[in-house]
Structures are given as C-alpha cells and as structure tokens.
C-alpha cells in the first residue's frame, strides 16, 4: 500500500471502523435475503505528506454505478451553498458568457444550475446514469463516465477548454489522482482554475464526524498535502474558504504555477494544521479513543431508553449514517424504520442494517418517542421541518459529537 498522494510507502493505520457494505448501497426486498459483500474500513495516515486515507479501495464501478441512489442536497441550507459557490466563484474568476464551467461528479445539477444562472456555459460528468438521467431532466447537459484523459478530450473537442473546473465531494472519492490531474490539465485553459470542496479533515477530527468516513470517501483532506500535491503537478494553491456544509468543508482554488499570486490564508492554514499536530499520532490516536467512546455512549443510550419502553426511529438515510449504524450495530432492535426525502431509496433496507426506509410522513403517523438525526449535517433545518413531531411530544437525539437528547 502507497499514498495516492505523495506515493509513500510509510502509512500507519490509525482508526478501523470494522467491516461494512459501501453505505450508498440501499437493498430492495427482493435482495434482502442475498449475501452482501461487506469491506474494511479502515484509515492509515502518511507518515511523509500527512494525507489521511482508506487501506481498502473498492471498485467505482460497485460504488457508482450499482443503481447509485445519492442526490445532492435540495434542502434550503444546502442550495443557498450552491448558489454562494457559484457567485463567489463568478465573481473571484469573473467569469463570462463565453465561458465554460465543467462540473466534476456534478450528481443532479445542482451547482451547475447556480453557474447557468448566472450567465455561463455548464456541462457535468457523472458516472451514474440514474443520476445523470435526473440532471438532464434539469437541463444540464451530463456526460455519463467516469472523468479521465479520453473524456476531458472528447469534451475539449466539442466545447472548448473549461474556463474552471469544479469537483464537490468529488475529488477525495477518487484514488487515482495523478489521472485526474493529467485530464484537468488537458481541460483546462491555461488560465484556467480547479476548485474542489471537501470536508475538512481539521472539522472531522475536532467535531468527531467519524461517520464521514465510508468508502466513497477515500482520502480525508487537509491542505498540507495537498499544496505538495498540486506542486508536484505544476498547480499552486492561490486560495482557501471554509464553509459550514457537512460539519464544516474547505473549499481550495487552484490554478498553474504563476497564473494568480496566493492569498496569507494559504500559509495561515499549513501552519494552523502543523500547530494542531493534525498528523501526529498522538493527535489522531486520541480522535480513534475518542470515536470508540462515542459508540460506546450511543449504544448506552438507545438501549436504556428501549429498556424503558421508548420507540425510536430514524431521520434521513445519508450515506454517514449507514456508517454510524453499522459502526455502532444499531439495526430494526433498535430503530423501527428509519425516514428519508429522496425517493431512490425510500421502500429499501439500510445497507448492513436491514432498517426499512420510509417516507417522512411515517413519523407523524406513528409518532415514535425518539427520532434519531442520522443527518446532523442540517439538524437546525429538519428539525424545523419536523417541528410538529417535536410539538406533539417527540424527541431527537443528536449522535455526533456526543450523544445527547434534544427535546
């Protein structure tokens, strides 16, 4: 095993979350009784770039292309991220008409919507083509494969060099990432700029978001090895914002060596992140305590509050909380059905769980005691939309960082 980033072979392993199937793989009833391939979870830190990444890679094909069910998100909070993204982007780029933007696993279109809207020329690539479906269906124009040499010349060819590139959630689900390099390059103009937007791997380790990590999620991003890598690639890092999305995201602009000067942030971060010990091993060793002690309390919980009598459910089925469940073994003893907005998986199991997926509407029907958030991400926001399950006496309870009743 070697670091996809910087090709070290020196990583140490850090955290194990034990075996599970890939979290975005919802069983419908027909294949509930069908034997599921289940895969390590496991995190190893670079010891020569820092990079924090997964030992067990599965194959993309399995993971995307196995009637993918992941829609970006609609909630409010989540477009009016999409919409900052393309404004901000817009305007630090100024962007024109004539320009092409190319998003990168650009899922339904969200974002790209944001940038047609104001005013340039969009195109996205998915390799789902479930997915891929609904965005055209949005009128985004998607080209359904994964994103390498041969697509970013064939996109080259019939519609210019992209002006910017952009990957959300993308590029620490790629494990090949000089590859993707050499396609950015060749899509890129000369002037061009690559954004990508991650979770910042500082907010998981502080906030304890363990339950980001499954196996789409190959590499836990912090910008120390990742200004090496670009370097390595002929790109310099020009600029970093950090936003709330997803238990709090980074969001770094990148471009050829000597096409924009870069801003103190840039700096102000390596160093934030050396001065944290983000790589150390003790740094992280403490994280992995700390995640075995939240399983731990979770577990107290919901079995004393069974004990009691209490039904629980769950709300949302984001691919983090089939990490939680299957981590922690929360399954249908514990939670009679856990709800979900997005119709793609409503009427399957949760993967490894076998937990029924409903619509949100079986929460006011049955009104169990306590509904366990399992998208913590945008708690402020469904529990607001929830808020008569919380006015006729229902409660939730928020796993990450500690778990604790919200009533």
């Known amino acids: 095993m070697i670091c996809r980033m910087c090709k070290g072979a020196a990583l140490r392993k850090f955290l194990d979350l034990g075996s599970m199937p890939p979290a975005d793989q919802f069983v419908t009833a027909a294949r509930l009784r069908e034997p599921i391939i289940h895969y390590p979870l496991e995190v190893f830190s670079c010891l020569d770039c820092g990079l924090a990444q997964l030992g067990c890679v599965v194959a993309p094909e399995i993971l995307y292309q196995d009637d993918y069910p992941y829609e970006s998100s609609t909630t409010l909070s989540g477009r009016a991220h999409w919409a900052e993204f393309a404004e901000t982007a817009v305007a630090m780029l100024a962007l024109r008409s004539s320009d092409l933007v190319v998003d990168i696993g650009c899922n339904v279109g969200v974002l790209l919507e944001a940038f047609r809207a104001r005013g340039t020329r969009i195109l996205g690539v998915d390799p789902a083509a479930n997915i891929a479906e609904i965005a055209r269906q949005r009128g985004v124009n998607t080209l359904v494969d994964f994103f390498d040499v041969p697509v970013a010349q064939r996109i080259v060819a019939a519609n210019g060099q992209a002006a910017a590139i952009t990957a959300t959630n993308v590029f620490a689900h790629v494990d090949d990432l000089d590859a993707f390099m050499r396609a950015a390059g060749i899509l890129l103009r000369q002037d061009g700029t690559l954004i990508i937007e991650a979770p910042y791997f500082q907010n998981l380790i502080d906030n304890l978001e363990y339950d980001t990590i499954y196996h789409e999620h190959l590499s836990y991003l912090s910008l120390t090895p990742l200004v090496s890598f670009f370097r390595r690639h002929g790109f310099a890092v020009f600029d970093v914002q950090r936003r709330p999305i997803h238990g709090g995201s980074f969001r770094v602009f990148t471009s050829r060596v000597g096409v924009r000067p870069a801003t103190a942030i840039v700096d102000e971060m390596c160093h934030a992140e050396a001065w944290a010990g983000l790589h150390s091993a003790d740094f992280l060793d403490r994280f992995a305590a700390q995640v075995a002690t939240n399983r731990r309390d979770l577990v107290w919980l919901l079995q004393s509050l069974k004990h009691e009598g209490a039904r629980i459910a769950g709300v949302s089925a984001p691919a983090k909380g089939m990490t939680l469940l299957n981590y922690c073994?929360?399954?249908?003893?514990?939670?009679?059905?856990?709800?979900?907005?997005?119709?793609?998986?409503?009427?399957?199991?949760?993967?490894?769980?076998?937990?029924?997926?409903?619509?949100?509407?079986?929460?006011f029907r049955t009104?169990?005691?306590?509904?366990?958030?399992?998208?913590?991400?945008?708690?402020?926001?469904?529990?607001?939309?929830?808020?008569?399950?919380?006015?006729?006496?229902g409660k939730f309870i928020l796993p990450i960082p500690k778990p604790r009743v919200v009533d």
């Not at 997005?342 to 029924?356: F, M, N, Q, S």
């Not at 005691?369 to 006729?392: C, G, H, P, T, V």
């Open 367 to 393: 009104q169990p005691d306590y509904a366990l958030l399992l998208a913590w991400n945008f708690a402020e926001e469904i529990m607001d939309n929830l808020k008569s399950y919380r006015q006729a006496g």
């Open 329 to 363: 073994r929360i399954g249908p003893e514990t939670l009679d059905f856990v709800t979900e907005k997005a119709g793609l998986k409503i009427g399957r199991y949760t993967p490894g769980t076998a937990i029924p997926v409903v619509p949100d509407g079986e929460l």
